[in-house]
């Protein structure tokens, strides 16, 4: 939490009630919608928030790299507390979004694309989202 302090005050943002329990509720939920933040840190109660209000902070604080922005294959947008470039498992059915671990894949990919490149671009990043829903065998997860 005294990093988080200390990137909002190198950016010249206060570490207000909201903007913390915002990040706390992040910490728990880690990758989340405003809604589920929202709810989150009204479940917790340590300060007063309204939707409006966690998507300004989150939307803020993606911007400054403190969060990553995931769009979701139902056109919404989640939040990610972790920014560093990795993979995505979205169930539709069960509105989850949750890490893939799967470096051999990501580096596989970035390996390909470093020489084959769309024609006029270059890569910044690799974001792959695999939209997918739970077959029926797999209760233990
Ligand atoms: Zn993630």
Request: glycine residues 20%; without cysteine; aromatic residues 0%.
């Given at each position: 939490m005294e990093s988080f302090r200390s990137i909002l005050k190198s950016k010249g943002l206060k570490a207000t009630p909201q903007r913390i329990a915002v990040h706390e509720a992040m910490l728990v939920l880690g990758h989340a919608s405003v809604d589920m933040v929202c709810d989150q840190v009204k479940k917790e109660g340590k300060a007063k928030v309204t939707a409006a209000s966690v998507y300004n902070i989150l939307s803020g604080l993606s911007t400054i790299g403190i969060y990553r922005r995931i769009p979701t294959n139902d056109n919404k947008v989640w939040y990610d507390a972790i920014t560093r470039t990795h993979l995505h498992i979205f169930d539709r059915k069960r509105n989850e979004l949750k890490d893939l671990v799967d470096d051999g894949f990501s580096a596989t990919a970035a390996a390909y694309f470093k020489d084959?490149?769309?024609?006029?671009y270059k890569v910044d990043e690799i974001d792959i989202q695999l939209v997918c829903h739970r077959s029926r065998n797999s209760k233990k997860l």
């Open positions: 084959h490149a769309p024609k006029g």
